[in-house]
C-alpha cells in the first residue's frame, strides 16, 4: 500500500511555545489530508481536512488558530500546533487519500508532550 | 448520515483460537467499508477493505471479513489468533463508492481492544 511519513514521531516542548508536526505521502499524491486527534484508548477524532492549495477545513470545536494546517503541495501537509498547553498533548495522526481511491493511508502518529 | 458500532470494546481470546471482531454500520450510500489495525504509539494500518466486489474479503495476516448487506455487518475474522495480533482494530466507512473522489470523511468505530492470551 501507500506510505504516509509523519514527523517527529515523538517530540516534547514547553508550555506556550509552537510545534510543528509534517504529513508527506511518499509514493503518491495527496488531494486529500486529514489530521486527528486521539485521546488514550479511545478513537481517532477529526479535526481538520485539508485540501492541497486551500484553506483547511476545521471539524466543529477545533480552534483553528491554534492548529493551524498548511497543505501547500499534493505530497505535504503541516499542523502547527501554536502556544501549546498541556491539554494539547495528545496523540495526532495524519492521513491522506490519493485522489478517486477510497481508502486512507495513516502516518505512524506524533506522541505531544507539552511540559 | 452514516455511523458505525463496534460492539465489543474488548475481546480476548486464547492463541490459536478463532478471532471474531463485530461492526456493524449504518449508512444512507452504498458504503465502502475497512477494518484498520492500530499497534500501541503508531498510526493505523489498513487490514482490508470492502469496496462493493466480493462480499467476503481477505486481508492481511490472514484476516477477512463479510459485507453483510441484510445484517449492515462488516465483523472481522481470523481463524487462529497469534500473539501479534493484539492490538486496537477499527471498523471504518465511507459512504462514498471507491471511484468516486477521496474527499468524503470517515466514520470511525469506538476501536476493539483484541488480547492475545498464551
Known amino acids: 500500500g501507500a506510505v504516509v511519513s509523519q514527523h517527529p514521531s515523538r517530540v516534547i516542548c514547553k508550555s506556550g511555545t509552537s510545534v510543528k508536526i509534517e504529513c508527506r505521502s511518499l509514493d503518491f499524491q495527496a488531494t486529500t489530508m486529514f489530521w486527528y486527534r486521539q485521546f488514550p484508548k479511545q478513537s481517532l477524532m477529526l479535526m481538520a481536512t485539508?485540501?492541497?492549495?486551500?484553506?483547511?477545513?476545521?471539524e466543529q470545536g477545533v480552534e483553528k488558530d491554534k492548529f493551524l494546517i498548511n497543505h501547500a503541495s499534493l505530497t505535504l501537509s503541516t499542523l502547527t500546533v501554536t502556544s501549546a498547553h498541556p491539554e494539547d498533548s495528545s496523540f495526532y495522526i495524519c492521513s491522506a487519500r490519493e485522489q478517486y481511491q477510497g481508502e486512507a493511508f495513516f502516518g505512524q502518529g506524533t506522541r505531544l508532550t507539552v511540559v | 448520515a452514516q455511523s458505525v458500532t463496534q460492539l465489543d470494546s474488548h475481546v480476548s481470546v486464547s492463541e490459536g483460537t478463532p478471532v471474531l471482531l463485530r461492526c456493524n454500520y449504518s449508512s444512507s450510500y452504498s458504503p465502502s467499508l475497512f477494518w484498520y489495525v492500530q499497534h500501541p504509539n503508531k498510526g493505523l494500518q489498513l487490514l482490508l477493505k470492502?469496496?462493493?466486489?466480493?462480499?467476503l474479503v481477505k486481508g492481511i495476516n490472514g484476516f477477512e471479513a463479510e459485507f453483510k448487506k441484510s445484517e449492515t455487518s462488516f465483523h472481522l475474522t481470523k481463524p487462529s489468533a497469534h500473539m501479534s495480533d493484539a492490538a486496537e482494530y477499527f471498523c471504518?466507512?465511507?459512504?462514498?463508492?471507491?471511484?468516486?473522489?477521496?474527499?468524503?470523511?470517515?466514520?470511525f468505530g469506538t476501536g476493539t481492544q483484541l488480547k492475545v492470551e498464551l
Open positions: 471504518v466507512v465511507n459512504p462514498a463508492r471507491i471511484l468516486t473522489g477521496g474527499g468524503n470523511k470517515l466514520t
Open positions: 470492502y469496496t462493493s466486489a466480493a462480499t
Open positions: 485539508s485540501n492541497e492549495g486551500s484553506k483547511a477545513t476545521y
